[in-house]
Every structure is written in C-alpha cells, then in structure tokens.
C-alpha cells in the first residue's frame, strides 16, 4: 500500500519523517516507529506522523491501533484522499468491508481520478460478493491507470468467477503487457486459457511461469488446477504438492488435492491440516473455508460421516460469513423471471428467434448429474462440450458496456425489441462457433440457466434443453459438500439451501406449465445410473443424434472440464452417489423443515 501524506512540516520534523519513512519502506519498523513517536511527543497533532504510525501498526499486526492512529490522522487533515485511502485499504484487509467502502467512496469524493482508491473499492465490493459493482469499479480504475496490474489482475480474477472467459483473458493480457514475466499474470492468464478450451496456449503460459520464477508456488498451484481439467490427475497432484512445499499455508492446494483423492490419512499433508483445523486461527477466512473443505473431502472418502459433516458445516459457516445472500431477493429474482419471460413474451416476441439447431442448453441444480450429461454428448463426435458458458450475460455486456445486476438485467432483456433478440441470438451462436466450429451441437451446461428458460426457447426455438433431476437430499447435500465458485451463495446454509431447492423446483415448474409439451427434455440422476444404456441412448436421440460407442466410454473423453465434477466424471460409472444423504440424515433437520418433507430433527 503507497504512503501518502499531507506535506511537510519544521524543518526537523521533516527530516525525522524522511528518514522515518524511508526506515519504514525498507521494512526497519521498529527503527520507523522510534522516529514517528518523536515527532509525534513534538508534535501531537502531526498528520502523517499519525498516519504513516498507523499505517505500521497494520504491517506489525496491531489492527486496533492502527485504524485509531490513521481515524486520529483523518480528523486532522479530513480531507486528505492518501489517507481515506490507505485507510480503506487496511478496514478491507481486516474485513470491515462496509466501513471501507464508506471511507473509500469519501476518498473519490474528494479526488475523483484517483485510481488506487477505485481498485481498493472494487476489492471491498468483491469481497461483499457484489461483483457487478466491483468490476465496474476496476474497470474505472484501469481507465484512470492503465498501468496498475494489480487491479487488471484483480479483474481478470473476478471476471473469471463470474464465467466471463473472453474478458477475463483481455484482462490478464493487458496486466502482461505492462508486466510479461509476471508469474502471477502468466499462470492466471494460463489457467483460463485452459479452461476457455485453449490448452496448448494455456500450457505455454504456464510453462512460462514456472521457467521465470520456479519458486512460485501460485505457478505450480495453477499449473496443478490446469492438469486437473484436463484430466491429468497424477501430474495435478505432483503440482500441487510442489506448490505446498514452497508455500505450506496455500490452503487452496489442500482442496484440490483432496479433490481428486490425492490424500491418505497418513500423509503429512493431512496432519498439517488437521494442525491447522485444531488452531482455527484465520487471518483470512477463506483459509479456514478451503481446510474445512479438504478434511471434510477426506473424511467423506474415508466414510467418516459424522466427522466429515462437521468439518463441512465449519466450512460453510465460515463461508457464509463472507457473502450477502437473501432467499427474499432471490425468490424476488425468480419470480421477476418468470413475469417477465412468461406468456406474454412468448407471444410478443414468438418470431423473434432463430430456428438453428445448434446449442444444447444443460440445467437444474448444480451436483444434479450436469456435468456428467455433458460428457455423455461431449464424447460424441459431433458434439462439442461447452461446459457453463455465460452466453446471455456476455451478449447484454456487449450492448451496454459494462455490468448489470441479477434484476437490472432481467429488466434489459424484458425490454429488448424483436430485432435486438434477434442480435442477441445471434451472438450466442457466433460464440458457439468459436468454440468449435465443425460441431453439429454445441453444449451450455450452466445449471443456472434453469430461471431463463422462458428467453431461451424465444431466443432458439429449435435448440434442446435438457433438465437434470436428482434426489432433492443428494443434490442439496452435494452442494453443501462443494467449495463453489461465487454464484451460488445460497449453498453455505442448510436451511436457504434448501429454500432455494424449493424455488428452483417452482420455476421448473412454472416452465413446463409455460412452455410446450416435450419441450423440456428430463434425465433423471438415478435412472441414467441404474439404467445407463437406455437413459444415455434416449439423451443422444433426443439431440437429433445417432448412437455412438464413444458416449458410453465418456470418462476417457479427454476434452477439459473446468467444473467441481472434473475428478467424477472422469471415472467410470459408479453408484455411490445414489442415497448419499443417507449418511448424513440426523445431521439434516434445517434442509428437512426447508424442503418440507419429513425427516429426522
């Protein structure tokens, strides 16, 4: 974090700040703190001595003081935009994330063009899962400073999480260009490209990476995420213990690992994490989340089921912790879906469409077997797996610049004429095409898609959607077991979990009802298990397809799969999925009460 101060003083003071400040750039704080003291026992009321004082105080991790010694610099000099800043970079770092976001709207205020409080905001916002917001801040700070690569970088990441490919690539491709042997950037920008289904530029990246600074553990850390969408599960899990050789703390590693099944009980990477479980001392939330998560993957391949509940229900504590949800307005988004997709529009707009056959829409809840019917049509020849594109969400973008929120954007696509979703059509197929453009049938398995299917049957008539159903007590549990992506911050509480189960089931609802019969085709989870060859050869004849031997050989597909089901669907057919919340069912009260049946308190 930059020091910035209000100006000089008598010459003393002046030369005890200079030097104090250069002590402190060099990391000499013990030495910085003397000198800041004796000007402050000078000079009590000196605004930088108290800032930069309290700027320290963050660095040696005395966070109370800090923020008391920079608020005692800010009523001095109130107007000072350094300080709002510096200030609201530590309130974020410790978490008070409405307090910085406060002061750092202060600190624009008073200096619009500042581009570092516009970064320091976005990592505020995005941090409250207000990502829209976020990006939209980023985006200014990057037109003020198009230098600053923290905040490219910090943009690319969250364009990433939000599914947005293509941009998030431009965003670490303009970070590289300001730094090209960034580790960092390379093995970011690599990682991406791999899940966009650029695996070879993906790999140069982040070969790239490693070759400049072997050392990085975040570098080894991607280069491992990479091997495991792409199914290289034995090189994944060499990556990422390399990464935690450099970096014992890169708790992320651990999920991944355990993930993929890569730990045993008595492997030293599991007593570190049960060290650090047994400690529960956090400087960052997710740390905890992601251990959590890990022992709980563990403890679940071990059939240790009362542990790995608990384990997963500290996990997911911790993790509602740090998001804003409300079953309220995500029950009001529902049902603004539905109102605004609904008869009316299917009239309105019934020639607005385009009559081409080539996507595939996959929805349902996530853990409902998506990925897995994916892979079934991905391993046909004539198909082309997409995984969970953003095709609406990228098309609205382009139209109006930047992003929209969850109702603004229902709201633009209610008001869009014939010809515009027309445009908007458009694009989606011209994004297919890019995907691969030889494939017959291009697959969009983004479960959420589900609340959009109103737009989606105006936008292509034509095309099929496939509803994935799975036991409501499986699925919920699944999710609750799964570490995801934001987007689904309904999942870390058994009760709105479950809430959400049950509006999700409505809009299915309401869709068959809405829409023509045999327009939503159904797989249900336990058939296609029990029933393989049957379900999976009325999947493909639905599709317009013919049988090939390939779909029922899915898990050899070597296509990447950069979802929480990389590791599963690369295994052959197995059972154990089916009844899963068995183990599980005294533990389930909440999700029981929420999903109105019966079941045990």
Known sequence: MPMQGSGGKPDTLSLKMAQAVRLQQQE????????????????????????????????????TLAVE????????????????????????????????????????????GYADAWHHLALALER??????????????????????????????????????DAAIDAYEKARQFAPDDARVLSQLGCVLVERGLAERGLQMLDAAIRHTPESAHAHFQMGQACVALGRFREAAARLRRALALQPDLYAAYTALAGISALKCDDPEVKALQRMADDARWSNLADGVAVYFAL???????????????????????????????????RANFDLAKSTFGGEFQHRHAAAGLADRLPIFIVGMPRSGTSLVEQILASHPEVHGGGELQLIHEGLRKQYGTFLSDRDELLALGRLADEELRELAQQCLDRLHTLN?????????RPANFALLGLLHV?????????????????????????FQPGQE???????????????????????????????????????????????????????????ADCANF???????????????????????????????????????????????
């Open 437 to 445: 453009p030889h494939a017959t049938r291009v697959t969009d398995k």
């Open 459 to 483: 936008l292509f008539p034509h095309a099929v959607i496939i509803h994935c159903r799975r036991d409501p007590l499986d699925t919920c549990v699944s999710c609750f077991f799964t570490q």
């Open 69 to 112: 010694l920079m608020e005692r610099s800010l009523a001095i000099s109130p107007n000072n935009a350094g300080f709002l800043n510096n200030l609201g970079g530590v309130l974020q770092e410790q978490g008070a994330l409405q307090k910085a976001v406060d002061i750092l709207q202060r600190a624009i205020a008073v200096q619009p």
């Open 296 to 330: 709980g993957k563990l403890h679940q391949q071990q059939k240790h089921y009362d542990a790995a509940f608990r384990y997963f229900l500290q996990g997911n504590r911790l993790q509602r912790q740090q998001v804003h949800y409300s079953t309220a307005a995500q």
């Open 490 to 548: 309904y999942a870390y509480d058994l009760t709105e979990l479950g809430e959400y189960y049950r509006e999700y089931q409505r809009c299915m609802t309401y869709w068959h009802q809405l829409l023509p019969a045999g327009r939503i085709y159904e797989v249900h989870y336990e058939k296609l298990i029990t029933d393989f060859e049957t379900e999976a050869r009325g999947l493909v004849a639905h599709c317009g397809l013919e049988w090939h």
């Open 128 to 165: 409250m899962q207000l990502h829209a917001q976020a990006v939209v801040c980023w985006e200014r700070a990057v037109k003020l400073a198009p230098g600053l690569v923290s905040a490219w970088l910090a943009l690319g990441d969250t364009l990433w999480n939000l599914g947005q490919l």
């Open 28 to 63: 000499r704080y013990q030495d910085a703190e003397r000198l800041y003291r004796e000007v402050l026992a000078m000079a009590p009321d000196h605004a930088d001595a108290n800032h930069f004082l309290g700027l320290l105080a963050h660095q040696t991790g005395r966070p």
């Open 555 to 601: 898990h050899t597909n070597p296509r990447q799969v950069a979802t929480a089901s990389a590791y599963q669907v690369r295994q052959p057919l197995y059972h154990s999925a089916v009844g899963r919340a068995r183990s599980y069912r005294r533990h389930l009260g909440p999700l029981f009460k929420a999903l109105d049946i019966i079941g045990e308190e």
